[in-house]
C-alpha cells in the first residue's frame, strides 16, 4: 500500500514565525496535493504538483509556498505564521491520469498563538 | 467547473439503523466520483469509487452508493450501521479539468448505542 507519511502530527507555532509542514510517500506517485481541512468548509487546495521542482496554485494558495525537490517529497511552508491559518493540514498523493484517486496522509494540526 | 454538495452536515442515528449519506453534484464532463471516510485523528481513505459500468458500488465496511446520473446525485448507504462507523464522509469528484479533486464539506455520521 501507499503511504504517505506527514512527520508533525501537531504543531504549536507563534505568529510571525516560518512553518514547514512535511510530507514524504514512498510509492512513486507522480502528483501531490496540500489541502487545508475546516469544520464546514471541507477540504481546500492549497498547492499541488505533479513533477518534481513544478507546482501550481490551488484555490487557496495566499500566505503559502511550497517546494518539491525530489519526488517524493512535498514541503509545505508558511512564510509568516497568522492566526488564520491554524487548521488540519493534509497530504495527498495520486497517479496521473484516469480517476486520480487520492492517498492521504493522517494530517498536520498547526495551531498558530 | 464541478461543484459537489453534501446535504446534510450531521446525521445521528441508533447502531443498527440503516443511514444515507446525500451527495449532489454538478458537472458537463464525464463524472468520477468518490466517497472517502476520515475516522477521528486520522486522514481520509477511500471507502468507495464510482468510475463507469455499474451504477451501483460496493465500498468497504458495508458502505455502497449509487450514482443517478438524472438527479445528479451519489448518495452513500449502509443498512446497519455499528458504532465504528462514526466518523466523517467526504463526497469528492475531479474538477473539469480532471486534474484537481472537489470535496464537498463533509458529513458527520454520529452512531449512538
Known amino acids: 500500500d501507499v503511504k504517505v507519511t506527514q512527520s508533525s502530527r501537531y504543531l504549536v507555532k507563534r505568529t510571525g514565525e516560518k512553518v514547514f509542514l512535511e510530507c514524504v510517500q514512498d510509492m512513486d506517485h507522480e502528483n501531490m496535493f496540500w489541502y487545508r481541512q475546516d469544520p464546514g468548509l471541507g477540504l481546500r487546495l492549497i498547492y499541488f504538483s505533479y513533477d518534481v521542482k513544478m507546482k501550481e496554485k490551488g484555490d487557496i494558495p495566499e500566505g503559502y509556498s511550497v517546494s518539491r525537490e525530489k519526488k517524493e517529497r512535498f514541503s509545505l511552508i508558511l512564510e509568516s505564521a497568522s492566526t488564520n491559518q491554524t487548521s488540519m493540514y493534509l497530504c495527498?498523493?495520486?497517479?496521473?491520469?484516469?480517476?486520480?484517486?487520492?492517498?492521504f496522509g493522517a494530517g498536520s494540526r498547526l495551531t498558530v498563538l | 467547473a464541478q461543484s459537489v454538495t453534501q446535504l446534510d452536515s450531521q446525521v445521528p442515528v441508533f447502531e443498527e439503523a440503516p443511514v444515507e449519506l446525500r451527495c449532489n453534484y454538478s458537472s458537463s464532463v464525464s463524472v468520477y466520483l468518490f466517497w472517502y471516510v476520515q475516522y477521528p485523528n486520522q486522514g481520509l481513505q477511500l471507502l468507495l469509487k464510482y468510475l463507469s459500468g455499474s451504477t451501483l458500488v460496493k465500498g468497504i465496511n458495508g458502505f455502497e452508493a449509487e450514482f443517478n446520473k438524472s438527479q445528479t446525485s451519489f448518495h452513500l448507504r449502509k443498512p446497519s450501521v455499528h458504532i465504528s462507523d462514526t466518523a466523517e464522509y467526504f463526497c469528492?469528484?475531479?474538477?473539469?479539468?480532471?486534474?484537481?479533486?472537489?470535496f464537498g464539506a463533509g458529513t458527520r455520521l454520529f452512531v449512538k448505542a
Open positions: 469528492a469528484g475531479p474538477d473539469t479539468g480532471g486534474f484537481k479533486t472537489i
Open positions: 495527498a498523493t495520486g497517479r496521473p491520469g484516469g480517476a486520480n484517486v487520492l492517498t
